[in-house]
């Protein structure tokens, strides 16, 4: 019986949820030995730094590789391979100009997996590390520590209303466009997810809810990341045209920027306010993923199958994606069981795990992507969907952050 019950625990979903609260954890348990996240690798310290964030990550990515079932003969040494490759994406991202110009390490990293994918190929010995959903199901459980329920209720009420409006019209109208498109269910529930409520996180989770197919959620995250790029520069330079306060112009970045990164950095383009109000509004939005998930884990125990399935509570738990639990439980942590001070601290050794994990992953992304499949015919439709919704979704939001932080503001 005991033997059976612990069964459940042995998939991927699980596993990852369980090291990320892990991690957590020993951040809240040990700080001291956890490495702050360097801003620059120019100097002994920051890469003395990086190599402990190494060491804690293949720790706790290791133990779960191992609580799998799976060798870590091969793990290790393919580990350290991907890991240096997001560590030069790192440093990329560090360098002068780079940081000028706003660009996040992920998207180094993704570029280096792509580029190493589509000349030279998958390298053998790499693969038994390439797991891109299981570094970023991880690094979404840590994600929730960054979602303080106190402040955003404070300072962000109106982000509440704003990502409500804005989550329901876009996924409604995304995912009806997919089918006038005829673009494939499974594919457009995971686009309307993505281009509607938070970019990576939600097509993850959404993936998880209908037991999606990984290489259409590897499509889908590269096409959030490559669209991001321009959006992030393209939309404060829109925003200042307009001539739209930086109140309005962050409550619109956030709401449709869909990646933090590139939210933070084109907040920062338009000033202090703008950035915060990017923030505010993102986070808001990160907030809606456990019930986006929910909702979607009902529909498609509904709709999404060939026959009728009933949702009970059993159908719909065996749908629902459990790093989402790990998700709401390390923001509930961070929110109600530390201080204000104790939560800004350990949140940012949180966040810094978090980014690596999530550079390793879109490293995986990368190398899991093979561009015959990302420009295939077939997906120009999904391409158009989405690039469609998106022009969508901007124009939603801009109307809802003019009437919210601009003429019920004034």
Known sequence: MLNKFLLQFKNEDWIATI????LMTAIICFPGMIPAFPKTLTDADSWMAVGGMFLIALLFAGVGVYGLGERLRGFVPAFMGVFLIAAVSMYICGLGFIKTIGLESVFFSVAIGLLIRNTIG???????AVRSE????IGLVLLGTS??????????????IQSLVVVFSVWYFTFWLSGKMNVDREMGVMLASAVSICGVSAAIATCGAIKGDSKKLSFVVSLVLVVAIPMMYL???LARWMGLSQEVAGAWLGGTIDTTGAVVASGKFLGEVAETYSVIIKSSQNVLLGVAAFVISIYWSLKGTHRTERPTPR???DRFPKFVVGFVLASLIFSFCLSPEQAKSLGSLAKGMREVMFSVAFVCIGLETDFRFLFKAENRRNISAFLIAQGF????????????????AA
């Open 19 to 22: 090291m990320g609260l892990a």
């Open 122 to 128: 998958l390298p053998k010995w790499l693969t038994p």
């Open 134 to 137: 299981y570094y970023i199901k």
């Open 147 to 160: 979602v303080l329920f106190g402040e955003i209720l404070e300072a962000g009420f109106w982000g509440l």
């Open 235 to 237: 939309m404060p330079l």
């Open 315 to 317: 159908v719909l738990w």
């Open 393 to 408: 979704n901007i124009f939603v939001t801009l109307v809802m952050a003019l009437l919210l932080f601009g003429w019920l």
